[in-house]
Nanobody, 124 residues
Framework: QLQLVESGGGLVQPGGSLRLSCAAS????????IGWFRQAPGKEREGVSC????????NYADSVKGRFTISRDNAKNTVYLQMNSLKPEDTAVYYC?????????????????WGQGTQVTVSS
């Protein structure tokens, strides 16, 4: 079974940056689209960004457009989420997820495999 492990979370001041990584084991990510999701305390999980299996198509939630960038390095079996200009409202546990096929999605119901999450806290 595909296993995903997120890393790169932490505490950062408003306006700062973090880069999250989603590394896969047991299977290659070449045939999987990847999504990043987040869940803040007391809120529903929301889609942040997604990328197609070959990396040619990306999508972002309106709340992060222009600040976050998703990318993938299939040779390293890893997907990244570069987060710039972070705001306190970006504070959440961030999860990566994988779904078989080409196209990504910002809807969590489309994903079969999930990582354990990494905490991102934006605070001064």
């Amino acid at each position: 079974q595909l296993q995903l492990v997120e890393s790169g979370g932490g505490l950062v001041q408003p306006g700062g940056s973090l880069r999250l990584s989603c590394a896969a084991s047991r299977f290659t990510l070449d045939y999987y689209a990847i999504g990043w999701f987040r869940q803040a305390p007391g809120k529903e999980r929301e889609g942040v960004s997604c990328i197609s299996s070959l990396g040619g198509s990306t999508n972002y939630a309106d709340s992060v457009k222009g600040r976050f960038t998703i990318s993938r390095d299939n040779a390293k079996n890893t997907v990244y989420l570069q987060m710039n200009s972070l705001k306190p409202e970006d504070t959440a546990v961030y999860y990566c997820a994988a779904r078989g096929g080409y196209s990504g999605s910002l809807e969590d119901r489309h994903y079969n495999y999930w990582g354990q999450g990494t905490q991102v806290t934006v605070s001064s």
